[in-house]
């Protein structure tokens, strides 16, 4: 259990909450995608994804882009290269433990 | 954090990858809707007696697969669109709009052979031609829609090179068995997930 309690430490809080882990993990699977798209994948409301992704775009993991297309309003999202390199060190820290606990 | 809570987090990852790179647009019913046209194509061939292998039958097997072809793409399109509708996403999606690109190679070359043939005559060449050429392009699909769509994709290349080598003389049968039975097949695959997908909810 010691071995548990000091990986958590170095697990990302920002992404170790499911329904952000979900959206980065979508990200950096698609690239850029658009407000609605990632709705769909991530099965979010609109409220909860936009807090969500606030609190994503705060940390630096992805950046936010709102445009108009055809007079509507339009919102992509995309992973950046801090985000994508947080979601590479959460990946391996999760890979270390599960490996550990199947020593 | 236990490794069981950690295995639960990679689960979480892996199906928000494939849930963004998998396509399920396509519906069952589409697939279906397609191989009843083509059937039906095929049977008005017989009824008319219009055959491939007779150049003079240009204007009617035009009119046949013509209509049978846009019939098929309106009904495809309407219905997928649908389809996706109704699951909350957007239609045009960036992954649709990938699929589309997977598939427009293979429709092109196989419009442009169409137009070869018809120029110079080998009309008898066009149900294996057609077939060959589909089939590429539901190889393309299947980059995004798994492994149902490479298997037929791979019977439609297999059909295709079958007409082009020893059944020729069969063309309208050949559309029959590929476009007609093939998309069957096709529909119910996709048919079986749905209700697989069902009954784990």
């Known amino acids: 259990m010691q071995t548990a309690a000091v990986k958590i ?5 920002v992404i170790h909450e499911r329904a952000r882990l979900a959206i980065l993990s979508s990200l950096v699977a698609g690239g850029e995608t658009s407000f609605a798209e990632l709705k ?10 936009s807090v969500h992704l606030r609190i994503l775009e705060e940390a630096g993991y992805v950046a936010i882009e709102k445009s108009f297309v055809e007079r509507r309003p339009r919102t992509d999202v995309r992973a950046t290269a801090a985000g994508r390199r947080a979601f590479r060190t959460y990946l391996d820290v999760l890979e270390r433990i599960v490996k550990r606990g199947r020593k | 954090m236990h490794p069981e809570e950690a ?15 998998r ?3 396509v ?28 150049p003079r039958d240009e204007r009617g097997l035009a009119l046949v ?12 399109v309407a219905l997928t669109i649908l389809a996706v509708r109704r699951r ?49 392009s539901v190889l393309g699909l299947g980059l995004y829609a798994g492994w149902k769509a490479n298997l037929v994709g791979c019977l439609f290349l297999a059909a295709g ?13 050949l559309m029959a068995a590929s476009f007609g039975g093939l998309h069957l097949l096709l529909g119910l695959l996709i048919a079986i997930r749905h209700a697989d997908r069902r009954s784990e909810d």
């Open chain 1, 9 to 13: 430490d170095d697990l990302d809080r």
């Open chain 1, 40 to 49: 769909a994948v991530v099965g979010l409301t609109d409220g909860n994804l």
């Open chain 2, 7 to 21: 295995e639960e987090h990679l689960a979480v990852i892996r199906s928000a990858m494939e849930r963004t790179t």
């Open chain 2, 23 to 25: 396509y399920t647009g």
């Open chain 2, 27 to 54: 519906p069952a019913v589409a697939c279906v809707l397609a191989g009843v046209l083509a059937i039906a194509g095929a049977a008005a061939c017989r009824a008319m007696g219009l055959d491939f292998n007779s």
């Open chain 2, 65 to 76: 697969w013509g209509a049978v072809c846009a019939l098929a793409v309106a009904q495809f």
């Open chain 2, 88 to 136: 909350g996403e957007p239609a045009w999606s960036r992954l649709a709009r990938r699929v589309v690109v997977a598939v427009l190679p293979g429709i092109y070359v196989g419009a442009a052979l169409t137009e070869f043939c018809r120029r110079t005559g080998h009309l008898d060449y066009l149900p294996p031609f057609w077939s060959v050429c589909y089939g590429a």
């Open chain 2, 161 to 173: 090179t079958l007409g082009l080598y020893v059944l020729k003389p069969y063309g309208v049968a």
